[in-house]
């Protein structure tokens, strides 16, 4: 899950690493007073604004409304910005790049900086990168930070700056469960300050149940999938009409792949995992039933997750929830004759067959 760079300085500043000042606006008219020169920055989770146009200088507020006015709205790789962030604008003698990532081949994380970091830094000359694999029991030693300053010669001041620094993205990234952490820039101003002028913060998906304040900062989801998410179930809004509900994503993306031979689309993933319980059933098909699909395929291999407990959430769901959506139901596997009977008592007959099931949801689905 990649975080907004907005939420990534929010947990830089957590963790002590120097940010700019700044604050977030969703319209022009918000910003009021300008104490220093500023930059206005798009939020978007992809890089490249500063390419892209979606980076600004202003020096008084008419100036930044003005920017922010231009910047919200534009499309950047795909993305339309909905926030700018406001910030200080720094006096920038000197742009380094530092990143700790996981380096699957070595399995550990690595730690990587780049003398010249900033816009260019894809066309670095291969001997200004540097890189150190980290052990995860030992983070990152002194002696790693030391030859990291002489590397990018910085005087004694901003060395000692930059030790605090690597300890304490450290911490960030190993507690918070980061695939990556990078700064790009790591802005040395012209006083001999090092500060964090841009954050790009990913969380592993699998990890992020256990930091459950972060689901807000996730920029570009829809707030179905927020609620999926927030109720531990792994949702992907699609383009088509039929919903997929299945347990486990190969199976998921199975049924997506039957429908589609069937000349069906499939419009909601939605991947109940390994459950045995009717509640998170019950749930699901609550988050379902709100995507206004025009039919539900259910695709259940019972294993862990019993046929007849899928069912038992099937049948309270729609009982609770009332809705009025075709639902097609395919289960195989443990208990499903107890399932099977289960839905038939309540008018919900269940395939064995898979591919009965997609025609069926197809043909349900207008194709
Ligand atoms: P990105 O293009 O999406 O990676 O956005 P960044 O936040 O990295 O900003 C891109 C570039 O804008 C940086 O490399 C800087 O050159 C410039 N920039 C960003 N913030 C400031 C600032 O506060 N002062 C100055 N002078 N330049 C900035
Ligand atoms: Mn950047």
């Not at 910047?71 to 604008?89: K, T, W």
Request: hydrophobic share 45%; with cysteine; charged share 25%.
């Amino acid at each position: 899950m990649k975080l907004a760079e907005h939420a990534g300085k929010d947990l830089f500043r957590r963790y002590g690493i120097p940010v700019p000042e700044g604050f977030l606006v969703k319209d022009p008219s918000e910003i009021t007073i300008i104490e220093t020169p500023m930059v206005v920055k798009a939020q978007v989770p992809v890089g490249g604004r500063g390419k892209a146009g979606g980076i600004r200088f202003a020096s008084t507020v008419e100036q930044a409304r003005s920017a922010a006015k231009d910047i919200l709205g534009m499309d950047i790789a795909g993305n339309v910005v909905s926030e700018v962030l406001i910030e200080e604008r720094l006096s920038i003698d000197r742009e380094i790049y530092v990143s700790l990532s996981v380096d699957r081949s070595r399995r550990l994380p690595l730690l990587m900086m780049i003398k010249e970091g900033g816009m260019e830094v894809e066309s670095a000359p291969p001997a200004q990168i540097t890189s150190w694999p980290i052990h995860p029991f030992v983070g990152i030693p002194s002696y790693v930070c030391r030859n990291a300053a002489s590397k990018l010669i910085l005087d004694p001041q901003p060395a000692a700056q930059l030790e605090a620094i690597l300890s304490n993205l450290w911490r960030l990234f190993w507690e918070m469960d980061c695939e990556l952490v990078e700064i790009n820039p790591l802005v040395k101003t012209f006083d001999g300050r090092l500060i964090a002028a841009d954050a790009k913060v990913v969380i592993d998906e699998d990890a992020v149940y256990r930091h459950p304040g972060l689901i807000e900062a996730a920029p570009n989801l829809t707030w179905l999938e927020r609620e999926a998410r927030e109720k531990g179930l792994a949702m992907v809004l699609l383009d088509g009409d039929v919903g997929v509900l299945a347990n486990g994503a190969g199976l998921t993306m199975a049924t997506l792949d039957n429908l589609a031979l069937h000349g069906a689309k499939g419009g909601v993933f939605l991947d109940l995992g390994g459950t045995d319980d009717e509640k998170v059933v019950e749930a699901a098909l609550a988050i379902m039933s709100k995507a206004g699909q025009r039919v539900i395929l259910v695709n259940i291999f019972g294993g862990i997750t019993k046929c007849d407990t899928v069912a038992e959430g099937l049948i309270s769901a729609k009982d609770k929830l009332r809705f009025e959506t075709p639902m097609v139901v395919r289960v195989r596997g443990v208990n499903e004759e107890q399932a099977r009977r289960m839905l038939a008592e309540r008018g919900i007959a269940a395939s064995r067959d898979l591919d009965e099931a997609c025609q069926k949801a197809a043909a349900l689905g207008g194709v």
